[in-house]
């Protein structure tokens, strides 16, 4: 099997003239005044400033560097070149290669803010490996037999290639994505050891190989079907069954080398942008992908029950931060938040206090995901003075009760679920603790503030509303019942920004996020590599 790469003049001195000694006076004097008014004129004078060449410097100091597959560089030249000179003022160097042989050299290189791959299987390779974090999707291929205007040797079939009159082209395995996707898809169909045997020639790139068809150096190569719809007028795409349903996404990621993460997720949304990049895709014979509107400082409306406040309000700045957006978040009640809803507010993305929340809902979001879960708690002044071990002292006599709202708050309803079915007195727990009842807030914190103050004996809340005040009270827990709430998050149908809320669903969701909800007195609920 052949692996093969394709490849002083002399400045004269003028003679004095001799006029004389006055004369000759006359010239130093006038020459060393002249000196004089030179030099002093040379002190003050200041060059202009080259405006340009200043500009050009400041650019390229925000200049974002693309490691970029070689099968996608035209539309990807086109729309960095619009970034930059139409819009941003700031270059994209992009360099190119095969998709593996670009994960190779980063994980030498480790530096530069972009990587494009031909398909997510180097992106997962390169996130495994460390090397990146968010990815968007720009475009589909699928791979395709590419053979000259006419198809001169009447190529039909994988098998056609085997043929003695025909040669054919291939790419590398290991540095090109369809080469890989190419010898994976021929391997299952038992094909791989007689086509690779009979190739006329690997090389590094889809580019190459299909360059090889134009010119005439072979009848045909194994490319993606883009490659093809670029040159519509000089050859035409052979759809084989060995290929059939085989779909690759193109995706840029951003690299964790980055130290420009805000401009090269800028750039990413820009080539996903229907709008922008889109453009160029589609014109260059690529599918494209549905992105998100464009807008280049998205503004984002989160509704979050209060108990998730704690957990989430740092990662919320840091998303902000690096996406270069901002991130509206209203903290209510669930009662509160799924009537304004209900009534016709559309928050991009929920992040319920408990699913029961959820569900009243769901129609306008996707399928949610639970992200943590935390126990009901009873809370009482610190030592414990009214002596509270259990629900149903809540009932006794001189106790002032704190609750939540139960049509405001799901921690109210639940309170109400949990405490309803228990019987006091021949009558419902919950009914028997409502003249203790001195407080229903809408959310938990106000409880929690209210006994500090000495206002309540006792309130029920979430565990993960006292994590950051155990040392000013004691907890009494609660074992009768199913004393839980679960958080889960969803995204709007309707959201114009789908995939930034995606990411936005996967930073709350990711190990560092993680750790905060944990230390807030939530239990994760994600296992490890749902995501």
């Excluded at 007028?233 to 840029?252: H, L, Q, R, W």
């Excluded at 406040?309 to 957006?325: C, M, S, Y």
């Excluded at 106000?446 to 309540?456: A, E, I, K, M, P």
């Excluded at 006792?458 to 009270?473: C, E, F």
Aim: charged share 20%.
């Amino acid at each position: 099997m052949r692996y093969l790469r394709s490849q002083n003049g002399k400045q004269s001195t003028p003679t004095p003239c001799r006029t004389g000694n006055i004369n000759s006076g006359l010239a130093i004097g006038g020459g060393s005044l002249l000196f004089l008014i030179l030099m002093v004129a040379l002190l003050v004078y200041s060059p202009p400033k080259d405006k340009e060449k200043n500009q050009t410097t400041a650019n390229e100091d925000d200049a974002l560097v693309m490691f970029c597959a070689a099968g996608i560089k035209p539309p990807v030249a086109a729309a960095a070149a619009q970034f930059a000179e139409e819009e941003f003022g700031v270059p994209v160097h992009l360099q190119y290669g095969g998709s593996g042989t670009l994960l190779s050299n980063l994980q030498v290189a480790k530096k530069g803010d972009l990587y494009l791959a031909a398909d997510t299987s180097y992106i997962e390779i390169a996130r495994k490996k460390g090397l990146i974090n968010e990815a968007v999707s720009v475009a589909r291929m699928h791979p395709v037999i590419m053979v000259k205007k006419g198809n001169p040797k009447k190529i039909q079939s994988i098998d056609d290639l085997l043929k003695a009159d025909v040669t054919f082209a291939l790419a590398n395995p290991d540095a090109a994505s369809v080469g890989k996707l190419t010898k994976k898809k021929l391997t299952e169909a038992g094909k791989w050891d007689a086509v690779s045997r009979s190739a006329h020639v690997f090389k590094p790139t889809v580019s190459e190989i299909a360059t090889d068809v134009l010119l005439g150096a072979v009848d045909a190569a194994v490319v993606w079907d883009a490659t093809v719809n670029q040159h519509p007028e000089k050859a035409t795409m052979v759809d084989v069954p060995e290929f059939s349903g085989t779909i690759k996404n193109v995706t840029v990621s951003v690299l964790n080398s980055s130290e420009k993460p805000q401009k090269s997720l800028l750039f990413a949304r820009y080539l996903q942008a229907p709008e922008k990049g889109q453009k160029q895709f589609a014109e260059m014979g690529y599918e494209t992908v549905e992105g998100d509107a464009w807008d280049p400082h998205p503004t984002i409306l989160l509704f979050s029950g209060g108990v998730n406040r704690l957990a989430i309000q740092d990662t919320l700045k840091e998303f902000e931060q690096r996406e270069g957006v901002t991130v509206n978040t209203v903290y209510n009640g669930c009662g509160i938040l799924v009537g304004q809803i209900n009534s016709g507010q559309r928050p991009d993305a929920y992040f319920a206090c408990d699913t029961s929340y959820m569900v009243q809902v769901q129609p306008k979001f996707t399928l949610p995901l639970t992200v943590a879960e935390t126990d009901m708690v009873i809370i009482v002044e610190k030592g414990n003075p009214k002596q509270i071990k259990t629900v149903f002292d809540l009932a006794g006599k001189d106790i002032k009760v704190g609750l939540a709202h139960h049509e405001q708050s799901a921690l109210g309803a639940l309170t109400k679920r949990l405490l309803g079915p228990l019987v006091q007195n021949d009558q419902s727990l919950y009914d028997a603790v409502q003249p203790n009842v001195k407080t229903n807030t809408p959310t938990a914190d106000l409880l929690v503030n209210q006994l500090r103050t000495g206002s309540l004996d006792a309130a029920i809340v979430y565990r993960a509303n006292i994590s950051k005040v155990t040392d000013k009270l004691d907890v009494v827990e609660i074992k009768e019942g199913r004393p839980l709430a679960e958080q889960p998050i969803a995204i709007l149908k309707s959201t114009k920004y789908p995939h930034l809320m995606q990411r936005l669903v996967a930073k709350l969701t990711a190990a560092p996020s993680r750790a905060i909800f944990e230390s807030s007195g939530f239990r994760w609920r994600i296992a490890s590599g749902s995501l």
